[in-house]
């Protein structure tokens, strides 16, 4: 991780980071150190939100 992202959650090889930027924040879901999904978000709360959401998903899949 860089200086500039913050983990939000781990779950085994799974990991989502937020990436802040100019233009609000990047959410991405990392597995192995490959991005798997990168998503833009104007506002930290939606990024927050789709995060813990993705997080449930991940969780119940049992993909970690």
């Known amino acids: ?36 999904l990168r998503e833009l978000y104007p506002m930290k709360s939606d990024l927050y939100e789709r995060s813990r959401a993705l997080e449930a998903e991940f969780r119940a899949r049992g993909t970690t």
């Open 1 to 36: 991780m860089t200086n500039d992202e913050t983990r939000l959650w781990q779950a085994g090889d799974v990991e989502c980071v937020m990436v802040s930027c100019c233009a609000g924040a990047e959410l991405q879901v990392r597995k192995n150190a490959s991005v798997i």
